[in-house]
């Protein structure tokens, strides 16, 4: 299997790393603006990784292609991924790339090609979480989702900026936005981070989950954040993010029926979020090149793995593990 990597950064370094051991990966050629970062990430690694400059030209003889640089551009290199062959896995989590990675998907159904959107932290391993929680449930009426931590100074600067976002919901079958900052709820995540505060912001989550829950009524994402990060989301970061994030946590909550009876059940994880990032990418890119998902097109892993234990299964042995929450809801 030959793999592209667009881009070298935090989480670009992630996948790199996961999907050279093995895995049938031949080559892995790595693409990045910075010629020295791309270097270096392939020097640290060895074969069969090799940098190579941008351009359509690195496409040529791809089995699969993630992209992996900062938001906005996702479409034009998913498009000529396409157009060359080869299945496509963007790591975004934009609503603007996402819109468009999904448009997709007349083009990557006739070319019986996969576009995996929103393979990261959150969307990504959230979507997973909420279509394994989804499956205990005769009918499911809610999913909410939750995320702490960023990944690497391109998520942060996404993250700052995503408050000021309108909030993008799915409810009672219609789109509906709302300002972001709003809509403060406490969420619980997995111990050590325990509650924050969660707001609404510009996340993609709901336009994954959506059409992969028929008959669900109501999805929301929200983001933790404190009073002064709401404050100041609207002007220039004050000062530089961490190169590689630290501890992050995201938390899925899906409502509904079984039997007779309401239930609710809460999934969730602890992980730096560029390295779950990179580990649920690297996956869904192996997957796709061994047609191993449910159907082609574009959409998110909610909708194309149809069974998600096996994907699950395998992150937890590339490190990355998920927790369900055990208690009583008051």
């Given at each position: 299997?030959?793999?592209?990597?667009?881009?070298?950064?935090?989480?670009?370094?992630?996948?790199?790393?996961?999907?050279?051991?093995?895995?049938?990966?031949?080559?892995?050629?790595?693409?990045?603006?910075?010629?020295?970062?791309?270097?270096?990430?392939?020097?640290?690694?060895?074969?069969?990784?090799?940098?190579?400059?941008?351009?359509?030209?690195?496409?040529?003889?791809?089995?699969?292609?993630?992209?992996?640089?900062?938001?906005?551009?996702?479409?034009?290199?998913?498009?000529?991924?396409?157009?060359?062959?080869?299945?496509?896995?963007?790591?975004?989590?934009?609503?603007?790339?996402?819109?468009?990675?999904l448009a997709l998907d007349a083009e990557a159904r006739e070319r019986d090609?996969?576009?995996?959107?929103?393979?990261?932290?959150?969307?990504?391993?959230?979507?997973?979480?909420?279509?394994?929680?989804?499956?205990?449930?005769?009918?499911?009426?809610?999913?909410?989702?939750?995320?702490?931590?960023?990944?690497?100074?391109?998520?942060?600067?996404?993250?700052?900026?995503?408050?000021?976002?309108?909030?993008?919901?799915?409810?009672?079958?219609?789109?509906?936005?709302?300002?972001?900052?709003?809509?403060?709820?406490?969420?619980?995540?997995?111990?050590?981070?325990?509650?924050?505060?969660?707001?609404?912001?510009?996340?993609?989550?709901?336009?994954?989950?959506?059409?992969?829950?028929?008959?669900?009524?109501?999805?929301?994402?929200?983001?933790?954040?404190?009073?002064?990060d709401r404050f100041t989301s609207r002007f220039p970061m004050l000062r530089?993010?961490?190169?590689?994030?630290?501890?992050?946590?995201?938390?899925?909550?899906?409502?509904?029926?079984?039997?007779?009876?309401?239930?609710?059940?809460?999934?969730?994880?602890?992980?730096?979020?560029?390295?779950?990032?990179?580990?649920?990418?690297?996956?869904?890119?192996?997957?796709?090149?061994?047609?191993?998902?449910?159907?082609?097109?574009?959409?998110?892993?909610?909708?194309?793995?149809?069974?998600?234990?096996?994907?699950?299964?395998?992150?937890?042995?590339?490190?990355?593990?998920?927790?369900?929450?055990?208690?009583?809801?008051?």
């Amino acid at each position: 299997m030959r793999a592209v990597l667009i881009g070298a950064g935090a989480v670009g370094a992630r996948i790199a790393r996961q999907l050279v051991p093995g895995d049938g990966v031949d080559s892995l050629v790595v693409v990045d603006r910075d010629r020295i970062r791309a270097a270096a990430v392939v020097a640290s690694l060895g074969a069969p990784a090799l940098p190579a400059p941008p351009g359509g030209a690195s496409l040529q003889g791809a089995d699969v292609v993630v992209v992996a640089v900062p938001t906005g551009g996702h479409r034009t290199v998913a498009e000529q991924a396409l157009e060359q062959g080869a299945h496509v896995v963007s790591v975004s989590d934009a609503v603007g790339d996402v819109r468009d990675l999904l448009a997709l998907d007349a083009e990557a159904r006739e070319r019986d090609l996969s576009v995996v959107v929103g393979a990261g932290f959150s969307p990504g391993l959230t979507c997973l979480l909420a279509r394994h929680a989804a499956a205990g449930f005769d009918e499911v009426d809610e999913i909410h989702v939750a995320k702490f931590g960023t990944a690497g100074p391109a998520c942060a600067r996404h993250h700052h900026q995503a408050l000021t976002e309108r909030a993008v919901d799915w409810r009672e079958g219609a789109w509906v936005t709302r300002p972001g900052g709003s809509g403060r709820e406490l969420s619980w995540f997995p111990d050590p981070v325990g509650p924050l505060d969660c707001y609404r912001a510009g996340l993609p989550d709901a336009l994954l989950l959506a059409p992969a829950v028929p008959g669900v009524a109501r999805v929301t994402a929200r983001v933790a954040a404190t009073r002064r990060d709401r404050f100041t989301s609207r002007f220039p970061m004050l000062r530089p993010p961490h190169p590689e994030g630290l501890v992050g946590a995201v938390r899925v909550e899906v409502r509904g029926r079984r039997g007779r009876g309401r239930d609710v059940r809460v999934l969730g994880a602890l992980d730096r979020p560029g390295v779950a990032a990179g580990a649920v990418a690297a996956v869904a890119a192996l997957w796709a090149a061994e047609s191993r998902l449910a159907r082609p097109g574009a959409a998110g892993l909610a909708e194309l793995v149809a069974e998600p234990v096996p994907f699950l299964t395998e992150l937890g042995r590339r490190g990355v593990r998920a927790a369900a929450f055990e208690g009583t809801a008051a």
